[in-house]
């Protein structure tokens, strides 16, 4: 019943989404935290790694599902493994920078992430159990976002630490569950789903950018989060940043 409303280019919307993702991100530094040439050199580096996934996709590389280990890993891994490094090593100094108000506001772009998605299954580049019809209610996390951010950040009587630390660890699932499913429906040799209809738009830009920065960057939000609601002391000040 929603196929009416896909006619217009799905690439165009999600390279949209990737736009908001992208400044939700940057707008999640708190004022006087990072030198303004901080910004500018992490700026060039991240849209530098867009740029990168763009040539990539458009010279076929990610077409080559059979090899192993599997071309998506350059896509997924180093960002990834950068979220790892900073959560290990550098949590004090890079964690304590961000917005706590505007991380949680930031997961609002993924209501139109699986709206997109139910696109790519009616265009059969994605399977359904990809989508909210599907295993995927990742929706969920969009919907919700602005309820948790109104009550957490504009009703001081409610236990909002518990609230947000609840939510995060929830959302974080939910994120982890398809995105388990998206990788075990793509044509590797290890795809154990969706066999009729595999996951195929994420070899193509610029959906390429969902699985090499909005899914890492929803990650990453989900990861300071948590770190940050349960080492700070002054919890309460720091939810209303």
Known sequence: MFEALYQPDLSF???WVTALTFFFFFKSFLPGTLAWHDKI????????????QWVLSAKG????????????????????????LIIIFKK???LNIFSLKILTWLHIIRIPVELILLGLFFDKQIPKLMTFEGRNFDILSGLSAPVVAYFCFNKSNCNRKKVMLIWNFVCLGLLLNIVINAILSAPFQFQKFAFDQPNVAIAFFPFIWLPSFVVPVVLFSHLASIYL????????KKIDL
């Open 92 to 94: 004090k100094a890079w």
């Open 41 to 52: 050199i992490l700026v060039v580096l991240v849209t530098g790694w867009l740029f990168l």
């Open 229 to 236: 609601l349960i080492t700070l002391k002054d919890t309460e």
């Open 61 to 84: 590389y990610y077409l080559n599902f059979t090899g192993m280990p599997p071309r998506m890993a350059l896509a997924l891994l180093p960002p990834i493994l950068i979220i790892c």
């Open 13 to 15: 919307c999600f390279m």
